[in-house]
């Protein structure tokens, strides 16, 4: 077992009241197993992650519950323990690699300076690897690549040399935040192409947060789906895409346009918008947009149980 | 010839060889002067009561050419026609009466949304540029826009960041029909939105096309979507349109090998085992604008050029009555 997130709760104060982003959060990882988290912009997919990488240093916030990263508790974990694995053997792939590159080194600077920095080798060593890991991610001419500055570098290169980053220290968990949102559909191929190559060469356990449905049905083994900071749904990747029971998860794919086959005149939409982390439902979060609600939904929120494909939600546990 | 068209034949807007160029950097610059080919020899027509889906990724100058087909860019090169009439190169005084037949949606509500405006007096604006009517006939016409956009009239108060994602668009959609337009030219109008609510405006437009009988142009990276809402498809690379033809035909058959790696990317909810589709992983990046390639712009990135493409250009070619690619070797079944 790679990572073992137990019961997590990450709440922030803020100037209208504690918003809870993420409430009860639990989920195992295996070794070489790529895990998929859905939602909704707000539906706390992202800060479960940064919890995860003991990124939330907001002092307005609060982390309970359990991270054990091979065993290990990492919540209330020192800085100097947590940057030791993060980089080393957490790495991290963000939506926008410009954030996660500085503009004024070259790309190979860049990538040898965190391999020096874990690994103590020398320069030329370093920069030896760099060459190596640009060019299992696809540069097509890795040697010039390293002496080029980020913005020198198209969205997909860009998004490229993040990933060489990523993997520059063999991490046994690679945690990546929406990393082809902003690419296009051709470049986006050709890295959740790479993404795949890469945990059969690594044998890196990933957790691949997106919003996009497609996505998830090609890269994921198992799918947890999120909605309003709690796990509405976990299944295997087939389980949930072939047999979804929540009726959120049944409405996502619902409102998803066909790309083949008869087109509806009407795509079947959820009606209103994710509610508030502010203002949330005494019962559960989708009640208010749920087809099915009843009696039970408006007073308690559902749990999801213990089962491997669990829905959390009152109709499916009764049916 | 045009007089023999019905009204439904003859296009509403149509652009011929239409082209939209940018110099950037100065004599000064290391590089010099140098011209962008945003657009690039486009001739499409379009007719009234459809939707056509304009579709490429970023940079191939699909919005470059809905701002030309507004005239918010002035064209460089090539012919731009509303109902036949000439309004390449009107003025701007000339052009306002034909504003209000001719509308925009864009992609970001919040940036197209004055802050300090509240969103009532927004959507009158239009309505007070261009109609003269008197302030209860707009109050009234407001009402009734924002019950056409799925809005409540007590929303009319409020200033755009009260609302969510999905409302600013019904907002900025309330807007762009406010004066009766006859083509509404849509820039991503869904993209910024969750799955759950992108639906909703999908919808939305569809209704309101049926309602209105308005033309649409519109414009998505996200093909699903794109496929939806289109009765024509566009597909467009590096600038120039490389197939054209009906929006089924194209995801059915697409017939030009961009067309083909496109569709193939995207990704799919499906429920066998992953990766099993066919999927063509296209190399290299998408060559700049400022020196397109030889020959077919493709080339460089085509699993199937020949010599011939590295060095004469195909033309957009109607093989057969409404499918128009522009390749050497198309794939028509």
Same mark, same amino acid.
């Given at each position: 077992m790679i990572l073992s997130v137990r019961d997590l709760k990450v709440s922030f104060r803020t100037h209208d009241g504690p918003v809870r982003?993420? %409430? #009860?959060v639990s989920f195992d990882l295996e070794e070489s197993e790529i895990l998929g988290v859905v939602g909704e912009s707000g539906s706390g997919k992202t800060v479960s992650l940064l919890a995860v990488m003991g990124?939330? +240093? %907001?002092?307005n916030a609060t982390i309970e519950g359990s991270i054990r990263y091979k065993g290990r508790? =990492?919540? #209330? =974990?020192p800085p100097r323990e947590l940057r030791r694995l993060r980089g080393n053997e957490i790495a991290m792939i963000f939506q926008d690699p410009m954030t996660a590159? +500085?503009?004024?080194?070259?790309i190979g600077w860049q990538i040898a300076e965190q391999i020096r920095a874990h690994r103590g080798v020398s320069k030329p060593k370093a920069m030896e690897r760099v060459e190596q890991l640009l060019a299992e991610v696809n540069f097509p001419n890795p040697h010039e690549a390293?002496?080029?500055? *980020?913005?020198? =570098?198209s969205g997909g290169m860009r998004q490229r040399a993040v990933i060489a980053m990523a993997l520059s220290c063999d991490p046994a968990l690679l945690v990546a935040d929406?990393? +082809? +949102? &902003?690419?296009d559909v051709t470049v986006q191929a050709g890295i959740l192409d790479l993404v795949r190559k890469l945990r059969a060469k690594h044998k890196s356990a990933v957790v691949f947060i997106t919003h996009d449905m497609g996505v998830v049905s090609e890269l994921a083994d198992r799918v947890m789906v999120m909605y309003a900071g709690r796990v509405v749904e976990r299944g295997t990747r087939t389980e949930l895409f072939s047999d979804p029971r929540h009726p959120y998860t049944r409405a996502l794919l619902g409102s998803i346009p066909p790309l083949t086959g008869e087109k509806p005149r009407r795509l079947p939409a959820i009606p209103g918008s994710p509610p508030s982390l502010l203002r949330l439902?005494? #019962?559960?979060?989708f009640g208010p947009r749920c *087809?099915?609600?009843?009696? *039970?939904c408006e007073a308690r929120k559902p749990g999801l149980g213990a089962? &491997?494909? &669990? &829905?959390?939600c009152f109709r499916v546990a009764q049916a | 010839m045009s007089e023999l068209m019905t009204d439904t034949d003859r296009p509403i807007l149509e652009t011929r060889s239409l082209a939209k160029r940018f110099s950037i950097g !100065?004599?000064? !610059?290391?590089?010099g002067r140098r011209t962008v080919h945003?657009?690039?020899n486009v001739s499409l027509s379009v007719r009234r009561g459809e939707t056509v889906g304009l579709v490429g990724e970023s940079g191939c100058g699909k919005s470059t050419l809905a701002r030309c087909l507004v005239r918010l860019y002035d064209i460089t090169d090539g012919k731009l026609l509303f109902e036949g009439d000439?309004?390449? !190169?009107?003025s701007l005084s000339e052009l306002r009466p034909l504003r209000r037949r001719l509308q925009m949606v864009f992609q970001d509500p919040s940036a197209s949304l004055?802050?300090? /405006?509240r969103v009532g007096d927004l959507v009158a604006e239009p309505l007070r540029i261009h109609g003269k009517v008197s302030a209860r006939e707009i109050t009234a016409r407001v009402a009734e826009l924002f019950e056409l956009v799925g809005l409540?009239?007590?929303? $009319? $108060? /409020?200033?755009?960041?009260?609302?969510s994602g999905g409302q600013r668009q019904r907002v900025g959609i309330a807007r762009a029909i406010a004066l009766n337009p006859d083509l509404v030219v849509l820039d991503?109008?869904?993209?910024?939105?969750d799955v759950s609510v992108q639906a909703q405006i999908v919808n939305l437009l569809a209704d309101l096309q049926e309602k209105l009988k308005l033309t649409y142009i519109f414009i998505a990276h996200d093909l699903s979507v794109v496929r939806q809402v289109s009765t024509r498809i566009a597909v467009m690379y590096l600038g120039s349109i490389v197939e054209e033809c009906p929006a089924e035909e194209v995801f059915a058959t697409p017939a030009h090998p961009y067309s083909q790696a496109l569709i193939s990317a995207v990704p799919i909810v499906e429920?066998?085992?992953?990766?099993a589709r066919k999927r063509i992983i296209l190399t290299?990046?998408?060559? !700049?604008p400022l020196k397109p390639p030889s020959g077919c712009r493709f080339h460089p990135r085509c699993?199937?050029?020949?010599d011939r493409c590295r060095s004469e250009r195909p033309e957009l070619k109607?093989?057969?009555?409404g499918r128009k690619v522009a390749c050497h070797f198309p794939t028509l079944t």
């Amino acid at each position: 077992m790679i990572l073992s997130v137990r019961d997590l709760k990450v709440s922030f104060r803020t100037h209208d009241g504690p918003v809870r982003a993420i %409430d #009860g959060v639990s989920f195992d990882l295996e070794e070489s197993e790529i895990l998929g988290v859905v939602g909704e912009s707000g539906s706390g997919k992202t800060v479960s992650l940064l919890a995860v990488m003991g990124l939330i +240093t %907001d002092p307005n916030a609060t982390i309970e519950g359990s991270i054990r990263y091979k065993g290990r508790e =990492l919540v #209330g =974990l020192p800085p100097r323990e947590l940057r030791r694995l993060r980089g080393n053997e957490i790495a991290m792939i963000f939506q926008d690699p410009m954030t996660a590159l +500085t503009p004024v080194y070259t790309i190979g600077w860049q990538i040898a300076e965190q391999i020096r920095a874990h690994r103590g080798v020398s320069k030329p060593k370093a920069m030896e690897r760099v060459e190596q890991l640009l060019a299992e991610v696809n540069f097509p001419n890795p040697h010039e690549a390293m002496s080029r500055y *980020p913005h020198q =570098l198209s969205g997909g290169m860009r998004q490229r040399a993040v990933i060489a980053m990523a993997l520059s220290c063999d991490p046994a968990l690679l945690v990546a935040d929406e990393p +082809t +949102t &902003a690419l296009d559909v051709t470049v986006q191929a050709g890295i959740l192409d790479l993404v795949r190559k890469l945990r059969a060469k690594h044998k890196s356990a990933v957790v691949f947060i997106t919003h996009d449905m497609g996505v998830v049905s090609e890269l994921a083994d198992r799918v947890m789906v999120m909605y309003a900071g709690r796990v509405v749904e976990r299944g295997t990747r087939t389980e949930l895409f072939s047999d979804p029971r929540h009726p959120y998860t049944r409405a996502l794919l619902g409102s998803i346009p066909p790309l083949t086959g008869e087109k509806p005149r009407r795509l079947p939409a959820i009606p209103g918008s994710p509610p508030s982390l502010l203002r949330l439902p005494e #019962g559960c979060a989708f009640g208010p947009r749920c *087809p099915v609600r009843y009696e *039970p939904c408006e007073a308690r929120k559902p749990g999801l149980g213990a089962s &491997a494909h &669990a &829905a959390a939600c009152f109709r499916v546990a009764q049916a | 010839m045009s007089e023999l068209m019905t009204d439904t034949d003859r296009p509403i807007l149509e652009t011929r060889s239409l082209a939209k160029r940018f110099s950037i950097g !100065s004599r000064f !610059s290391a590089e010099g002067r140098r011209t962008v080919h945003a657009v690039d020899n486009v001739s499409l027509s379009v007719r009234r009561g459809e939707t056509v889906g304009l579709v490429g990724e970023s940079g191939c100058g699909k919005s470059t050419l809905a701002r030309c087909l507004v005239r918010l860019y002035d064209i460089t090169d090539g012919k731009l026609l509303f109902e036949g009439d000439d309004i390449t !190169s009107k003025s701007l005084s000339e052009l306002r009466p034909l504003r209000r037949r001719l509308q925009m949606v864009f992609q970001d509500p919040s940036a197209s949304l004055n802050p300090r /405006r509240r969103v009532g007096d927004l959507v009158a604006e239009p309505l007070r540029i261009h109609g003269k009517v008197s302030a209860r006939e707009i109050t009234a016409r407001v009402a009734e826009l924002f019950e056409l956009v799925g809005l409540l009239p007590d929303h $009319m $108060m /409020r200033y755009p960041h009260e609302f969510s994602g999905g409302q600013r668009q019904r907002v900025g959609i309330a807007r762009a029909i406010a004066l009766n337009p006859d083509l509404v030219v849509l820039d991503e109008p869904v993209s910024a939105l969750d799955v759950s609510v992108q639906a909703q405006i999908v919808n939305l437009l569809a209704d309101l096309q049926e309602k209105l009988k308005l033309t649409y142009i519109f414009i998505a990276h996200d093909l699903s979507v794109v496929r939806q809402v289109s009765t024509r498809i566009a597909v467009m690379y590096l600038g120039s349109i490389v197939e054209e033809c009906p929006a089924e035909e194209v995801f059915a058959t697409p017939a030009h090998p961009y067309s083909q790696a496109l569709i193939s990317a995207v990704p799919i909810v499906e429920t066998t085992p992953a990766g099993a589709r066919k999927r063509i992983i296209l190399t290299g990046d998408v060559p !700049s604008p400022l020196k397109p390639p030889s020959g077919c712009r493709f080339h460089p990135r085509c699993p199937i050029a020949a010599d011939r493409c590295r060095s004469e250009r195909p033309e957009l070619k109607e093989y057969r009555p409404g499918r128009k690619v522009a390749c050497h070797f198309p794939t028509l079944t």
